[in-house]
């Protein structure tokens, strides 16, 4: 899981555009720090991205009021989770990072990202690997990739499908040519559920491989029972993404709540484990423990601002791709 692994993506690749090497710190990709710098001015935000409070961080929610405040005061730091997450300057977090780099290398591809949110996993994943190329570390191969980005919040999907009509051209320029599908996904639901699976099978057909990226899922789930809710129709997903090659990545903060013993992380590492026992065709495996990584990163709309992200994640190889 860290420092024994061989990195796919070495970190002395990584390019000084993406990672202040000297001060140790993150630096967000420009495609898409610019395109963020940009919505929140035109949508009003700039006072409310100021009045961020480290210690009462925002979880989002359903309402217009509560998704403008996740998305300019947490939009940043779910970039740079994720971007930390497929860079891994210390190499804490190397299967995650390995399994990013082989994904999206090249050829054709499915990712479903639920839930999206404002699409700041997802979008940091493409701009990232876009960056790359854009350097020369990776090869640029031509990229096609279909996004099915499942959200409970019609408001932040909306932010997610105007993130990503921007972000198409300068994806192009690269060899990365997207097509995204925005729907509303309630994990608490069953009929919802086998919508965004039914979608996720029609999205990657023709596809070589399957992405399933679940970010920063804690917040919610731990409101009023929803785990327990939940449980049944993530057990569903995971079965039906592993019937292809696939490697699903669940990515959250490094807290209590989910890297502790019975926290969430563990919990949804028994769920995958129990539902493929039967499949002994399928060769499944998960981390077996839960890495945490952690850095600082330079706040897109105040660059002398540095702020703190921390990394816990579970990478989950289903199917045949390993």
């Given at each position: 899981?860290?420092?024994?692994?061989?990195?796919?993506?070495?970190?002395?690749?990584?390019?000084?555009?993406?990672?202040?090497?000297?001060r140790?710190?993150?630096r967000?990709?420009?495609?898409?720090?610019?395109?963020?710098?940009?919505?929140?001015?035109?949508?009003g935000?700039?006072?409310?991205?100021r009045?961020?409070?480290?210690?009462?961080?925002?979880?989002?929610?359903?309402?217009?009021?509560?998704?403008d405040?996740?998305f300019?005061?947490?939009?940043?730091?779910?970039?740079?989770?994720?971007?930390?997450?497929?860079?891994d300057?210390?190499?804490?977090?190397?299967s995650?990072?390995?399994a990013?780099?082989?994904?999206?290398?090249?050829?054709?591809i499915?990712i479903?990202?639920?839930p999206?949110?404002?699409?700041?996993?997802?979008?940091?994943?493409?701009?990232?690997?876009?960056?790359?190329?854009?350097?020369?570390v990776?090869?640029?191969?031509?990229?096609?990739?279909n996004?099915?980005?499942?959200?409970?919040?019609?408001?932040a999907?909306?932010?997610a499908?105007?993130?990503?009509q921007?972000?198409?051209?300068?994806l192009?320029?690269?060899?990365?040519?997207?097509?995204?599908?925005?729907?509303?996904?309630?994990?608490?639901?069953?009929?919802?559920?086998?919508?965004?699976?039914?979608?996720?099978?029609?999205?990657?057909?023709?596809?070589?491989?399957?992405?399933?990226?679940?970010?920063?899922?804690?917040?919610?789930?731990?409101?009023?029972?929803?785990?327990?809710?939940?449980?049944p129709?993530?057990?569903?997903?995971?079965?039906?993404?592993?019937?292809?090659?696939?490697?699903?990545?669940?990515?959250e903060?490094a807290?209590?709540?989910?890297?502790?013993e019975?926290?969430?992380?563990?919990?949804?590492?028994?769920?995958?484990?129990?539902?493929?026992?039967?499949?002994?065709?399928?060769?499944?495996?998960?981390?077996?423990?839960i890495?945490?990584?952690?850095?600082?990163?330079?706040?897109?709309?105040?660059?002398?601002?540095?702020?703190n992200?921390?990394?816990?994640?579970?990478?989950?190889?289903?199917?045949?791709?390993?």
């Amino acid at each position: 899981m860290g420092k024994s692994q061989m990195r796919l993506l070495a970190p002395e690749l990584i390019p000084d555009s993406l990672y202040d090497k000297v001060r140790q710190i993150l630096r967000l990709p420009e495609m898409l720090a610019c395109i963020y710098r940009a919505m929140i001015v035109s949508h009003g935000l700039i006072p409310l991205s100021r009045s961020r409070d480290p210690k009462n961080p925002p979880i989002g929610g359903i309402n217009k009021a509560q998704t403008d405040q996740h998305f300019a005061q947490a939009f940043d730091g779910s970039v740079a989770r994720t971007q930390l997450a497929l860079l891994d300057p210390k190499s804490d977090v190397s299967s995650a990072s390995n399994a990013f780099i082989k994904a999206l290398s090249g050829n054709k591809i499915c990712i479903a990202d639920a839930p999206c949110g404002a699409g700041a996993s997802v979008m940091s994943l493409l701009a990232t690997i876009a960056e790359l190329r854009l350097k020369s570390v990776l090869p640029r191969q031509p990229l096609d990739i279909n996004i099915v980005g499942a959200e409970i919040s019609e408001y932040a999907r909306a932010y997610a499908q105007e993130i990503f009509q921007k972000m198409q051209g300068p994806l192009s320029e690269q060899g990365i040519n997207i097509n995204a599908q925005f729907m509303s996904w309630d994990v608490t639901d069953q009929l919802s559920n086998t919508a965004l699976i039914r979608q996720i099978t029609l999205s990657s057909a023709g596809s070589n491989k399957t992405l399933l990226v679940i970010a920063n899922f804690n917040g919610f789930l731990s409101q009023g029972g929803k785990q327990k809710k939940a449980d049944p129709q993530l057990s569903e997903l995971f079965r039906h993404v592993s019937l292809t090659e696939s490697v699903a990545i669940w990515i959250e903060p490094a807290m209590n709540a989910a890297v502790s013993e019975g926290g969430l992380l563990h919990r949804i590492k028994n769920i995958v484990q129990n539902i493929m026992k039967p499949w002994a065709a399928v060769s499944v495996n998960v981390d077996s423990s839960i890495p945490t990584t952690s850095l600082k990163y330079y706040h897109p709309l105040e660059q002398s601002e540095i702020i703190n992200v921390r990394l816990a994640l579970l990478r989950i190889n289903l199917g045949r791709y390993a």
